[in-house]
């Protein structure tokens, strides 16, 4: 049972934060390990449980037959796809008590502080390869964050599809690494594209 719950978060609760980018086999299985941690500290009740797994076979019921019309398109197909997933998000939430919802979002900011600690620490690492300022720190640490409150305030836009939420998200991280180039020297720039190689080359090794 707890792992048709722990299923339910992560189609649920988690799914819009990775609406415009698939996370690697490796961040799925992290992820997963996150949810099922989650599940054991909200204390669901059975009949919670036996709620959310009707909510689960409603939504796998409805996504079948999505994927039996063949009379839609790619883009719509993806749209209604994204759409079903939100209603059951929020149907998913309609069922914890406001002490779980409190509970939930308290898990969402712990992991979303341990993240950021992890990014502290990367750009530490950036600092030291690349040699970088104080002052190019700080700068691209306010891009940084100004580019994650613009992908927030998208992702919590309900109006938009989930073709249209992606291409704003790309738009927003292409701009990004524009204005992190514009604050590189152009050296720091060359070793910072070989550090992206290097990273790529390494995560095509691992597949």
């Known amino acids: ?11 649920g609760t988690f ?3 990775a ?9 799925n299985r992290k992820h997963h390990h996150g949810n099922e941690m989650a599940i054991k500290e909200l204390n669901l009740t059975r009949a919670q449980q036996q709620e959310m797994r009707a909510n689960k076979e409603n939504y ?6 999505l994927n039996k019309n063949e009379g839609l398109s790619v883009k719509d197909a993806k749209d209604k796809r994204f759409a079903l997933r939100k209603e059951q998000h929020e149907k998913m939430l ?3 008590t406001p002490e779980q919802k409190n509970k939930l979002a308290q898990l969402k900011t712990e992991r979303h502080n341990d993240k950021d600690e992890k990014n502290t620490k990367k750009m530490d690492k950036s600092k030291a ?3 970088l300022t104080d002052e190019q720190v700080a700068k691209i640490k306010a891009g940084r964050e100004a580019a994650h409150q613009k992908m927030k305030s998208i992702k919590e836009n309900t109006q938009l599809s989930k073709t249209e939420m992606k291409a704003q998200i790309m738009a927003i991280k292409d701009q990004n690494k524009n204005d992190m180039k514009s604050i590189l020297t152009p050296e720091q720039a060359g070793k ?4 992206k190689q290097e990273k ?8």
């Open 60 to 65: 796998k019921t409805q996504i079948n037959a």
């Open 200 to 207: 790529a080359n390494k995560k095509e090794a691992k597949q």
């Open 129 to 131: 390869k690349l040699n």
């Open 1 to 11: 049972m707890k792992k048709i719950i722990a299923s339910l978060l992560i189609a």
């Open 192 to 195: 910072w594209d070989q550090m």
């Open 19 to 27: 609406a415009a980018q698939k996370p690697d086999n490796e961040e």
């Open 15 to 17: 799914i819009l934060s």
């Open 94 to 96: 309609s069922i914890l």
